[in-house]
């Protein structure tokens, strides 16, 4: 299949959802795209409020704000889509 029903904004969100110390590196693995990629995505979703990045050592951690709204046009929530979709589909994790 050559598309997905969540953008890769919303899958690398339910990454770091099931495991917020997720490397970049991780992420892109998961998603199956660039590194450099990932990041873009993390900072997006820093930006727009969905995750916050934590330093801790020479790592960061996201904590995902399941209140924020999804930009549906509508009333639904991040955990809205988490309570939708499985985590482990979302990421195409296969297990």
């Known amino acids: 299949m050559s598309w997905r029903f969540l953008t890769n904004h ?3 969100l339910m990454c770091v959802a099931h495991d917020p110390h997720m490397r970049i590196r991780d992420i892109a693995t998961a998603l199956d795209i660039t ?3 990932a990041q ?3 900072s ?7 995750v916050t ?16 709204p999804l930009p549906m046009g509508r009333e639904l929530k991040v955990r809205d889509m988490f309570s939708t979709f499985d985590h482990r589909e979302a990421v195409g ?3």
């Open 93 to 95: 994790s296969g297990t």
């Open 53 to 68: 990045r934590t330093r801790v050592g020479r790592r960061n951690v996201y904590d995902v704000h399941a209140d924020a």
């Open 35 to 37: 590194e450099r990629a």
């Open 44 to 50: 997006d979703l820093v930006a727009s409020g969905y």
């Open 40 to 42: 873009k995505l993390m």
């Open 10 to 12: 919303g899958r690398a």
